[in-house]
């Protein structure tokens, strides 16, 4: 069976930074090739794609990811319905969430006790993070204001009892999937049919060379500080290092239109995969996490992108740099790291018979890059972002995408 399998490789050079620190709050790393390099986790870098969303997606779009459930939806009851006060729908909520889910939704132990104590007056909470689409919260309001209406709570419970209403609550919440659920998945311990398998997935990007931490010993001056009084008025240090990175992630295009389903509009039915895919690959390829950015301002974009349109199985091109790449000449590793890919990728896909089965693009910064020029057609980001969307189109509704071909000419 031909596959749509989106490869996005990635190489951006990092000033002196701390993107992803560990327990101790020294950079991530990893050892690969026999050398400790530099490495920024997986989930690091998939929640600064999901930030980035906001800026390419609608949030009708996009999903919330929080324990604080039955606040999200409590606040949605409460606009759909102003009638209904907001201590009964946040009990409206909490019932519907646990009738959807299978979960428990409840007030946290020590939040519960200072309810006791009269300090706080804390919300049910889920036990783990829970992960719903802004449709699938608005289709929730909409089902707890018709069983519990004007905030009846024990209208509601007497509501969920038919059968019928109840497998309608747990229906909603598993269709209509945002795009970020689509992408990354969505885990509930409780009722596992629920679980979305996740359509991407992003490897910890490692530094293509050896890397040693640093460490910055800082000194901070008293403003109200006179001249009699000397020494800092606080010191610390913070550790750093600086690398060039390889970043590499994949799409399972047809999981992701799996998970996404066709939408509301039948004459484009594959459009919400290809506004999916495009904004996860302007995401990932612009966005950047924020450990410390303020200390370092590290604010880099990669110095080159391949992506690959494949129809078989993802591809990572890490090994070609499994013997790290020695600094150059001049200085910077930027150069060797190129022409070190640019060597390795036609020599893989040649042993494994993968030359002519997809299609390849380049996106990349000054003469240093030159050696990958060869990979792809080269594209500045909109216009990849364009090409990526439309080969997509062409593959998972090839006769859709010829007719519209044929309309434009």
């Avoid at 008025?233 to 550790?239: N, R, T």
Wanted: aromatic share 6%; proline share 4%.
């Amino acid at each position: 069976m031909t596959r749509t399998i989106l490869d996005i490789h990635i190489l951006q050079t990092v000033p002196p930074s701390n993107l992803n620190r560990d327990d101790t709050g020294t950079p991530k790393s990893a050892v690969y090739g026999g050398v400790r390099r530099a490495r920024v986790s997986s989930q690091a870098w998939k929640r600064a794609t999901r930030k980035a969303f906001s800026d390419l997606l609608d949030d009708s779009e996009l999903g919330v990811r929080t324990k604080k459930v039955a606040e999200v939806l409590a606040e949605r009851i409460t606009a759909l319905d102003p009638s209904t006060s907001p201590a009964a729908s946040v009990e409206l909520a909490a019932e519907t969430m646990r009738m959807a889910t299978g979960s428990t939704i409840a007030v946290p132990k020590r939040k519960a006790k200072d309810n006791e104590d009269g300090e706080n007056d804390a919300a049910p909470e889920s036990a783990y993070l829970m992960f719903l689409s802004g449709r699938q919260i608005n289709s929730l309001a909409e089902l707890a204001i018709e069983g519990g209406k004007g905030g009846d709570l024990k209208a509601l419970k007497e509501f969920f009892k038919a059968r019928e209403n109840k497998a309608r609550a747990r229906q909603l919440v598993d269709t209509e999937h945002s795009v970020d659920i689509a992408l990354f998945g969505r885990m509930v311990a409780d009722s596992t049919d629920l679980n979305v398998d996740a359509a991407a997935q992003v490897a910890h990007a490692l530094s293509v060379h050896t890397v040693e931490v640093e460490s910055d010993y800082f000194t901070a001056v008293d403003d109200k500080n006179t001249d009699a009084e000397m020494g800092a008025g606080m010191i610390g240090s913070v550790d750093f290092n600086s690398s060039t990175l390889y970043r590499y992630a994949a799409v399972d295009v047809d999981k992701l239109q799996e998970n996404l389903g066709t939408g509301l509009r039948g004459d484009q039915p594959v459009e919400p995969t290809r506004r999916a895919v495009a904004a996860f690959l302007e995401g990932f390829i612009t966005s950047l996490p924020t450990g410390k950015i303020n200390t370092f301002g590290n604010h880099t974009l990669p110095a080159a992108v391949i992506v690959k349109l494949r129809s078989r199985r993802p591809i990572s091109f890490v090994a070609a740099f499994e013997k790290p790449v020695p600094l150059g000449t001049e200085g910077g590793y930027l150069r060797q790291s190129c022409e070190q890919l640019a060597q390795y990728v036609p020599t893989l896909e040649k042993a494994f018979g993968l030359t002519g089965n997809g299609q390849s693009w380049v996106l990349r910064v000054g003469a240093e890059t030159e050696a990958l020029s060869a990979l792809g057609t080269e594209l500045a980001l909109p216009e990849l972002v364009t090409a990526v969307g439309d080969a997509v189109v062409a593959r998972l509704e090839p006769e859709h995408a010829a007719a519209a071909s044929e309309t434009e000419a």
